[in-house]
């Protein structure tokens, strides 16, 4: 794993709350299960497009009251009477879903609360996140089955294998316990595929998007959300310059050592972590010199790459505008990283989370598309300093689906 990753049985209040499959048997968690837990990683679509969508709106659209059905791998067919009133999640990634659908008030706990950029998010007009009172999982000793029960939330948002590469000493019936328990659990790990655990379907980001609009019946927010996405992504299409013409991108984590002169250095990969890079086309500079999915390299291997751009990786997310520029004067100062061809033209980017949801790819796609592409895309100046006229999406709609106003 890539090192910046970093009760009774009795019924309760939860009788409304029915998890609807077989997670007990320890075959579900490994996707071998049938329908949507099934398949391998090579399966990126899933269902016929032609259907999916036809399904979901009827699944989406029943009257209020009556029983539904979400599905998705790997933990099958989850059936709710009434939407979740309250969730948790880990990293940024389905928790911004629940921000996109107006539910962030309805948190509960994120197994981290790191890795939001916060900053950019709340640029937006009127939008707030924050974490006063919301738990943070992830402790010294791991991740505590007892927070589960404490927090009691209706639904958990995040696919049990990934946490069990958190914490390895949750077991598949410690996933069945707080499922039946405590509320069910519904996500899939989207980041960056080709793992050799994830061998069940993968999602895109908006299909993954979807199903969590399914779970909390926020059909009309996801489609408008989605409306912003399909927009942005024709303006990006249509305007793209020609491949020759664009820059090779380096990514780095902004959390290598500077100071050291070791860095942590990515491929650019084909999931939802770079979705915004692969958006934009960029030409990744050390695609083809990493075996996996990443590598520690110093300033001399740096200087044998030479990309015309460095991009920090989790610069938006996990540093402050001062500490990303010291570290940039650090590598300025190094004898060979000041002979980069990024650090002499300038061309050292802060980039953002690789856990993104909906709301946070719209941000940081624009950000990207500025700092690439600034002649056909304008300039960007920094986090909240993005001029109305120059905003590649509209700002206002995005937060009035957020908060309700739309």
Avoid at 377 to 385: C, L, P, V, Y
Wanted: charged fraction near 25%.
């Amino acid at each position: 794993m890539d090192p910046t990753d970093i009760g009774s049985a009795g019924r309760t209040r939860r009788e409304y709350l029915r998890y609807g499959g077989a997670v007990a048997t320890a075959g579900l968690l490994a996707g071998c299960t049938g329908g949507e837990g099934s398949g391998s990683a090579t399966d990126t679509t899933g269902a016929d497009p032609a259907t999916a969508t036809a399904e979901t709106t009827e699944s989406a659209t029943e009257g209020d009251g009556e029983e539904y059905a979400v599905s998705m791998a790997p933990m099958g067919e989850v059936t709710f009477e009434r939407p979740p009133e309250s969730w948790m999640a880990y990293f940024s990634t389905y928790g911004d879903m629940a921000l996109a659908l107006g539910r962030w008030e309805d948190a509960t706990g994120l197994i981290f609360t790191d890795n939001w950029p916060t900053e950019l998010v709340n640029s937006l007009p009127d939008v707030e996140v924050d974490f006063e009172g919301i738990t943070q999982l992830m402790g010294e000793g791991g991740i505590d089955k007892e927070l589960f029960y404490e927090l009691d939330s209706d639904v958990h948002l995040f696919d049990p294998n990934f946490v069990q590469i958190l914490d390895d000493g949750w077991t598949d019936e410690e996933f069945a316990e707080v499922a039946e328990n405590v509320g069910p659990i519904v996500g899939n790990s989207i980041r960056r595929r080709g793992a050799d655990w994830h061998d069940y379907r993968y999602y895109d980001l908006y299909e993954a998007f979807e199903k969590v609009a399914e779970v909390f019946r926020e059909r009309e927010r996801y489609e408008a959300v989605a409306e912003l996405h399909a927009g942005l992504q024709t303006d990006i299409a249509e305007n793209l310059p020609p491949a020759e013409e664009r820059p090779t991108v380096g990514l780095l984590s902004v959390n290598s050592d500077f100071e050291g002169g070791s860095f942590y250095a990515y491929p650019v990969h084909d999931g939802n972590g770079h979705k915004q890079y692969r958006d934009l086309g960029i030409r990744g500079a050390f695609d083809d010199l990493i075996e996996g999915s990443y590598a520690e390299w110093d300033y001399e291997q740096l200087l044998e790459a030479d990309p015309d751009v460095l991009l920090f990786q989790y610069g938006l997310s996990h540093v402050s505008t001062e500490e990303f520029e010291a570290r940039m004067e650090t590598m300025r100062e190094d004898d060979v990283g000041s002979q980069l061809s990024a650090v002499q033209n300038d061309r050292l980017y802060r980039g953002g989370t690789s856990y993104q949801g909906p709301v946070i790819n719209l941000l940081q796609t624009e950000v990207a598309a500025k700092q690439f592409y600034p002649e056909t895309f304008g300039d960007w100046h920094g986090i909240g300093e993005v001029p109305e006229d120059e905003r590649l999406f509209d700002h206002d709609a995005l937060a009035a689906v957020i908060t309700g106003e739309a």
